[in-house]
């Protein structure tokens, strides 16, 4: 029984024996390749784009299976491509499920996964191997193990090292490039001269690099990748992969009806609706639009651009915030030679956060400003939140500027969080994608003020922000949020199942 004839009859349960026949009948259009997945593993992929100037998901599966015979004349296929999805838009399971499709009908193949970590090149690889444990694929496997997958045809997959050694010494026909927006530039331009073509059986596979990845660096590698027009571009976001949305549910209160507009009514994905909302709930806007809707990182140079004076600072009355028992919270950047910035807060019972008070010094000693926190009006400060550098250790008293506060009687937390991410939690308090502004500073913190007004990425975009002066107040706001907010988000990856 053909898959061209099951896909027209629209068949649904098969028994073993007609999976297993089915297993073997390649696939030879975009209906069979769907009915083909339907039938064989369980797998449905949207064919429909939902968002306007979205691809459906599907789109890539068949560019990436469905190849060209081999081009005539010196004639070039368009064969790279890019698939730029939203976080938990199932971008890594297509992976896993084209390099599927390749070992299984392309006998000889040879497909590398290359993720930004081991880490996340084993994700990929985590995908495939759970494809390949399914009836009735499992018979064709000869090897299965964590790094490598080998079938009876002679067609592997390998994962790969983030290493210019382990790239270099490879010849795959396929490439497949995971979250490359984490690779090394260096890696990235090595992998470009590995792919080779090569006829698998009666296919002619044509080498390829295929890239997956989210876009958060507004001039980062993906969004150079992206821009490159000889690679087919392949993009959708969180309105694309949604479940189907009951009909019962009202759209016009719904946190989602923006970018959704009712289109989740006739959606066939995987991403609940529940829990989309919770994931806009948590994040800034721009980072809910970067990486969630895949509109490209704006370029703006201020690390703060939704820092808004008129939103953000008030003169209010701190004896209220007191009255009203808010819990007292503080943050603190060290200056060694250069200026140490100290930040008291009130934290309200609906989590809105009020900078209450500001110490900058330059020159003094971590003793006085011990000093100033402990001798401070602020009542009862829980602890405060320092940068994660302040564990080492002095090479003149032999012990870490965090031992010396906790040994002062301060409770200091010094949550370890990569300096992006903190900012973008900064952000998510400043410009909520849902609701009002999380965070008030009271007008008497001219130094926080100021700061959060110049606070500048460098010039090359990919870094750390500027070290310029304004760099301290900020970092002292950043350490006192994450080491409150961290504990309280919840993990925003979906899985795809």
Known sequence: ??????????????????????????????????????????????????????????????????????????????????????????????????????????????????????????????????????????????????????????SCARVLAQSQTSVRGARPQKLRCDEVELFDSRVWEAAQLVTRSKRCGDVFAHGAIEVFSTMHEPAGLMARIAADERRRLFRWGIVDVLEKC?????????????????????????????????????????AWAAEMLCERPRMDQLVYPEFDEGAHVADFDVGEVEREGWRFVGGMDFGIAGETVVLWAGVGTDGTLRIVDERSVSGARLGEHIEAIQGARWPGMEWIGVDPAGRQRSHQTGISAVTAMRRAGLSVRDRRVGVVEGIEMVRARLNPAVGGAQLVIHARCARLIEALSKYRWADDARGAPLKDGADH???AL??????????????RVVSYF
């Not at 199932?90 to 040879?110: C, Q, R, S, W, Y």
């Not at 989740?264 to 709930?281: E, L, P, Q």
């Not at 950043?478 to 993990?491: F, G, H, P, Q, T």
Request: proline share 5%; aromatic share 4%.
């Open 1 to 154: 029984m053909s898959v061209q004839v099951l896909s027209a009859l629209g068949a649904g349960d098969l028994s073993d024996d007609e999976r297993r026949a089915l297993r073997d009948a390649r696939p030879a259009s975009a209906n069979e390749l769907d009915a083909w997945l339907r039938l064989v593993v369980g797998v449905r992929v949207p064919r429909v784009a939902l968002a306007p100037g979205s691809s459906p998901p599907f789109a890539y599966l068949e560019h990436a299976f469905l190849e060209p015979e081999e081009a005539a004349r010196g004639e070039v296929s368009q064969r790279d491509c890019v698939v730029w999805a939203c976080r938990g838009g199932g971008k890594t399971f297509l992976g896993a499920t084209a390099t599927m499709l390749d070992l299984v009908f392309k006998p000889g193949i040879e497909v590398l996964i290359l993720g930004g970590s081991l880490e996340q090149s084993q994700r990929m690889h985590g995908h495939l191997r759970w494809l390949f444990r399914k009836s009735p694929l499992a018979a064709l496997v000869v090897k299965l193990t964590e790094r490598k997958v080998e079938l009876v045809n002679g």
């Open 246 to 286: 009951a009909p019962a549910r009202a759209c016009e209160p719904c946190p989602l009806v923006a970018e959704c507009d009712g289109r989740a009514k006739v959606a066939r994905g995987h991403v609940g609706i529940d829990d989309a909302i919770r994931m806009k709930s948590r994040a800034s806007e721009g």
């Open 473 to 475: 107040a900020a970092d």
């Open 478 to 491: 950043r350490y006192l949020i994450v080491n409150l907010d961290s504990a309280a988000r919840e993990a």
